[in-house]
């Protein structure tokens, strides 16, 4: 069974970083594509990052892009998303989910339960 | 702002069927596959369409997806209640480099 498990959000201020972090098991986590989605409070999903099977390609949405980088260690099965210089308007639950195949406009076949950020003075 | 248009809600009775519209343009929807996720209350998506009208193993053939230039559309058939959710399209746009979600649209079973 494909799992997947988000951790490391919670409150930060304005400007600081956080990294969250999605642990995978049930698959072979080497040969998928990995993206993040988010949703703010009481609104709609928003796509964030995704990096390909074999981590060659990476893409952002323009809100994130140069404050975010997202990355992967396939020998501890793990997804990482960095973020800095954070914005109230970054407040939101961060889902990671997984690819169907290896290729970045897959779609998302399995989702962790998110993890929330808050970005609050 | 989404490059994909949904309509916000949408509604039936039990056993009518109820469809939900995606708008696009030329660099997603008219150029690649689309995907159909349903969200229920407090809960994370689940993917209910693929590559714009496959469906995943365990997911009812009530819910069918269709693709017509640079729109999609996904129907529900025999509503039942377990459908209140809110409905997302998405795909890849080939402009943006990125991945874009629908709108979003509440299904409310009366």
């Known amino acids: 069974e494909v799992q997947l498990l988000e951790s490391g959000g919670g409150l930060v201020q304005p400007g600081g970083s956080l990294r969250l972090s999605c642990a995978a098991s049930?698959?072979?986590?080497?040969?998928?594509?990995v993206t993040w989605v988010r949703q703010a409070p009481g609104k709609g999903l928003e796509w964030v990052s995704v990096l390909s099977g074999s981590g060659g390609r990476t893409h952002y949405a323009e809100s994130v892009k140069g404050r975010f980088t997202i990355s992967r260690d396939n020998s501890k099965n793990t997804l990482y998303l960095q973020m800095s210089s954070l914005r109230v308007e970054d407040t939101a639950t961060y889902y990671c989910?997984?690819?169907?195949?290896?290729?970045?406009?897959?779609?998302?076949?399995?989702w962790g339960h998110g993890t929330l950020v808050t970005v609050s003075s | 702002q989404s490059v994909l248009t949904q309509p916000p809600s949408a509604s039936g009775t039990p056993g009518q069927r109820v469809t939900i519209s995606c708008s696009g343009s030329?660099?997603?929807?008219?150029?690649?596959?689309v995907s159909w996720y349903q969200q229920l209350p407090g809960t994370a998506p689940k993917l209910l369409i693929y590559?714009?009208?496959q469906r995943p193993s365990g997911v009812p053939d009530r819910f069918s997806g269709s693709k017509s230039g640079t729109s999609a559309s996904l129907a529900i058939s025999g509503l039942r209640s377990e459908d209140e959710a809110d409905y997302y399209c998405a795909t890849w746009d080939d402009s943006l480099s990125g991945y874009v979600f629908g709108t979003g649209t509440k299904v409310t079973v009366l």
């Open positions: 590559s714009s009208n």
């Open positions: 030329s660099s997603n929807i008219g150029d690649n596959y």
């Open positions: 989910a997984k690819g169907r195949w290896g290729a970045v406009s897959d779609p998302f076949d399995s």
């Open positions: 049930g698959f072979t986590f080497s040969s998928y594509s």
